[in-house]
C-alpha cells in the first residue's frame, strides 16, 4: 500500500482503532489529520509520528457538532491542500439496560456514533469530487450485525445504521470515483471495553471461536487496505473482523 500524496482524516485517532489507522496510514507514506476530542491525546500520536519523521497534525474536534465536523475538514484541507481519505471511526460505547435509556442518552449516542458519519462524509465530498477521487471507511460493529451482547441497544442500532449509510453512499458516490466501505468488528483490546464488567468481559472471550479479543494493528490492518487502491474495485462492502463470532 503506498499512500504518498495522499491526505487522511482518521475521526477518534488518538487511541485505540483509530490510533492504529494513524499509524499505518503514516507508516505508508500519507498525510495523517488525527481528530480527537482529546487534544493532548491526539497531540502525543502527532509528536510520536513526526517524532520518526512522518507527516501528521493533531485537531480537536467534537463529531457530535456539525459545525466542529466541518472545520475539521476544513482545518485538514488547510494543512494539506485536499482530502482523500476519511476514516470515520470515532464513537462511544454504552451499556445502559433497555429500561434505563433516557433520550438524553439516546441522542448523545446517535449524533455521536451516527450523526458524524454523515456530516463527516458530506463535508469531504466538494474535495473528492473536484479529484475524483476518495476512499471513506467507517467504523461498525459486530453489534450492527447481530445487534450486541454485552451493549446498550443505541450503540447497536448507531452501528447498523452505519452499514445503511455506508451502502447508501458507496451506491450515490461510485460515479465520483469515491468508494464508502465498513469494517464490523468483533470485540478488540481497547479501551472503549473498559466500561464493561469483568464477567462479561470473560463470557464475550468464551464466546470467541479464534478464543480471544482483537488487537487493535489487526482492526487497522483490514480498515486501512479498505482506504488504498489494491482495495479500488471494493465499495458498499462491510468486512466482518470478528475472530469468527458471525460469518454474515
Ligand atoms: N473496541 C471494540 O471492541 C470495538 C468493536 C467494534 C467496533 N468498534 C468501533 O471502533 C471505533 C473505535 O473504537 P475504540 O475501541 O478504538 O475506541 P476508544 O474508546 O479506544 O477510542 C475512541 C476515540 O474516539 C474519541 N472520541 C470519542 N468521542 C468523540 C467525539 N465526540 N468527538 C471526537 N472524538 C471522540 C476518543 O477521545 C478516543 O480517542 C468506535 O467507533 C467503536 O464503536 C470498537
Known sequence: MDFTGRTAIVTGGAKGIGRGCCELLAQNGANVVIADMNLEGAKEVEAALCEKGLSAKAVQVNVKSVADVRNMVKTAAGMFGSVDILI???????????????????DNIVDINLKSVFFATQAVLPYMREKQYGKVLNL????GRNGGIANGLGYSAT???I???TRGFASRLAKDGINVNAIAPGSTDTGILDTLPQEKIDDLVSKIPLGRFGKTEEIANVAVFLCSDEAAFVTGAVVDVNGGMYFG
Open 88 to 106: 470515520n471511526n470515532a464513537g462511544i460505547l454504552h451499556t445502559t439496560p433497555i429500561e434505563d435509556v433516557t433520550e438524553e442518552e439516546w
Open 140 to 143: 461498525s460493529s459486530l453489534a
Open 159 to 161: 452501528k447498523a445504521g
Open 163 to 165: 452499514i445503511g449509510l
